[in-house]
């Protein structure tokens, strides 16, 4: 039995504005007066057949219909010829007996790939399809301003009846973000991330030489022991311990919310480079600490430290691989079990991915307790509670009650050492929970951008003073500006901020204002790829942005939009981080508050700022004015990540 059609819904699609479900049969019958939809019906299976195939949103000719059929385009298209409105078009499938992988077809048959990723999703697809009765795609087109065409802005799947996965475009369509729905069923047996890593790699080579059923054992850090004591020494095997240890570790997008974060040290015990490779995408520079030797040494201008307590895999001769290994810790690396100790006494640690079965570590909160008595501060340990209800029936009641009264002992043992417990309920939620965390501790940042090799329409002096005005402001209201140094826009508002520093009576850290001027030496070849991380760095540190004017000069001396502006628009919306434009500033700013005006919940998600975003689009607002509306948003954005992102 093929795919067959089951229903096809239509939202702001020609004369349809309000959404509509049309349930369809192998024989559908369509019927009624002239102009009541009968042809629409047809033209959206043929524009979605064009965008899927051709990714062309701007159809007027088909591939189906050849010349008899024309489409018009998108305006014609969308209900009303408005601009403004979405085309949303979703067709559900009934599978019947076909493979998922047959719905596009040789998709990874014809593949040549080495990806292990790739081929483990293929095989867990025969898991997943059993569950699978029906699928739907849900396309979401609209205009682009910045493109002056339309683009697919969304792109959801659904799976009986519930969406699985949805895609957001940007609104250049140069970028997307996807969400996963993991309360859909069809994830129901998926497998359970290691809260560290995969220890189960070192598997048959090792069990083959000592005759041992790998399946049985659980020290394995004991097994690595026997495999050195059988081959009188590591030597020959330290690569293959190595691998065994790192196999299956791959980049997540929680480490991508890690190294976003305003932290500046961070200890591992993990071998492979996951961490430094997201640190250096983030445009953030990391100091690797590896042995005693380079404990003492310290990287100019770095922005984090990373300890990496048993080594790496870049030194496999130097890991802590063995029982003999950890035995000889404290003589081997006493001055990383100093530092790490003298962090427990001056830091607040959070604790991800780590089950606290490390000797090293049991040993430091030990000494530190003993140290420090009640005086210890607080540190925070993230991890899943163990669930109540097993699915696939691995576990009885009973045992699933013994994980759970386990897991609260070692949670009450850890208070001990001022180490408080954070349950979530599935791994999934700790992504969420660190963008909630960094939403919070970044929301009194505000990131100014713009430049203005011209002036125009608010003119040099006033467009000064309204540069001055606010970088004083966000000062006195409490919070910290960060500035990339932009043309004509950035001295000004920094001018501001730092007079209203030196004018507080309270002492003020240094952080207050942070300037970050481009990295103008690097060679051209490279520096649209630097500007870019750059910018990215900068706004992942704050919580809101403010967009002032927005244009250069031109290779041929004309007035042209900045990319520069435009890509940290995007980079900001991307993060989530709130827009602020400053639409009277003319240029960019301008264009984007027309945006915002339209989508607020795109560019100021969750804020009532209609009767603020008048004030800022309003010719006639004055500097104050226009001052006021503006730290009224930012005041809202910072109390939103306050209240909705509290981290208890």
């Not at 018009?72 to 409105?85: M, P, Q, T």
């Not at 490390?358 to 501060?377: F, H, M, S, T, W």
């Not at 009576?505 to 990295?519: C, G, N, S, T, Y």
């Amino acid at each position: 039995m093929t795919s067959l059609i089951k229903s096809l819904s239509l939202k702001n699609f020609k004369g349809f504005s309000d959404e509509v479900l049309i349930e369809l049969r192998p024989i559908t019958l369509l019927f009624g007066a002239n102009s009541a939809g009968k042809s629409s019906v047809l033209h959206a299976l043929q524009y979605v057949r064009e965008i899927l195939e051709r990714n062309n949103a701007n159809a007027d000719r088909t591939l189906q219909g050849g010349d008899a059929v024309d489409l018009g385009g998108f305006l014609n298209l969308v209900h009303g010829r408005d601009r403004k409105s979405r085309i949303e078009i979703e067709i559900e499938m009934a599978l019947g007996e076909t493979p998922i992988p047959e719905l596009v077809p040789e998709a990874f048959e014809d593949w040549q790939t080495d990806d292990t990723d790739v081929w483990r999703f293929y095989e867990a697809l025969g898991t997943i399809r059993r569950k699978v009765l029906s699928v739907s795609v849900r396309l979401i087109v609209g205009w682009s301003d910045l493109r002056n065409e339309p683009l697919v802005v969304g792109y959801e799947i659904g799976t009986n009846g519930e969406w699985c996965v949805k895609f957001e475009s940007t609104p250049d369509g140069r970028d997307t973000k996807m969400r996963i729905n993991r309360e859909n069923p069809i994830f129901m047996e998926e497998r359970e991330i290691d809260e560290e890593f995969d220890l189960d790699a070192l598997d048959d080579w090792v069990a083959e030489e000592l005759d041992l059923d790998i399946d049985k054992e659980h020290d394995l850090l004991a097994i690595a022991q026997y495999q050195v004591n059988a081959r009188g020494g590591r030597h020959d095997i330290n690569q293959q311990l190595i691998e065994a240890f790192t196999r299956d570790a791959r980049s997540t997008p929680l480490l991508e919310i890690v190294a976003r974060l305003p932290i500046d040290t961070v200890w591992t015990t993990n071998y492979e480079q996951l961490l430094e490779k997201a640190y250096e995408a983030a445009g953030r520079r990391v100091e690797v600490k590896l042995s005693i030797e380079n404990l003492a040494q310290a990287r100019r201008g770095r922005d984090v430290t990373l300890y990496k307590m048993h080594g790496c895999i870049t030194q496999p001769h130097q890991a802590i691989l063995t029982k003999e290994d950890y035995e000889d810790y404290d003589r081997t690396r006493r001055l990383f079990t100093d530092s790490l100790k003298g962090d427990f006494i001056e830091k607040t640690l959070l604790f991800l991915g780590f089950s606290f079965t490390d000797p090293n570590v049991e040993r430091i909160l030990a000494k530190v307790r003993e140290q420090l008595g009640q005086n210890k501060r607080d540190h925070y340990w993230i991890t899943r509670r163990p669930p109540t209800i097993n699915s696939d029936g691995s576990k009885s009641p009973e045992e699933l009650a013994y994980d759970e009264r386990k897991a609260r002992l070692q949670s009450e043992d850890l208070k001990r050492y001022g180490i408080q417990t954070v349950w979530v309920d599935e791994y999934a939620h700790i992504p969420e929970l660190l963008l909630a965390l960094e939403a919070y501790v970044t929301r009194r940042g505000v990131f100014m951008s713009g430049a203005a090799s011209d002036p125009s329409p608010l003119g040099q002096d006033r467009l000064n003073e309204l540069s001055r005005a606010l970088g004083g402001e966000i000062i006195r209201r409490g919070f910290n500006l960060v500035s990339g140094f932009g043309v004509g826009i950035a001295e000004q508002s920094i001018l501001g901020a730092f007079r209203a520093v030196y004018e507080s009576k309270e002492a003020q850290p240094e952080e207050r204002v942070l300037i970050r001027p481009f990295p103008g030496s690097t060679p051209a070849a490279q520096r649209a790829a630097a500007f870019t991380r750059h910018r990215g760095e900068m706004i992942s540190r704050v919580g809101a942005m403010v967009v002032v004017s927005g244009n250069k000069t031109g290779d041929d001396g004309t007035v042209i939009a900045s990319p520069g502006v435009d890509e940290e628009v995007q980079i900001a919306l991307r993060l989530g981080k709130p827009v602020v434009p400053i639409g009277v500033s003319g240029h960019v700013a301008q264009r984007v508050w027309e945006q915002a005006v339209a989508h607020p919940e795109q560019y100021l998600p969750g804020l009532k700022c209609k009767d603020e975003l008048a004030i800022l689009g309003d010719q006639n607002s004055t500097t104050e004015q226009l001052i006021e509306a503006i730290m009224c948003l930012l005041e809202k954005a910072e109390k939103l990540a306050s209240k909705k992102h509290r981290v208890d």
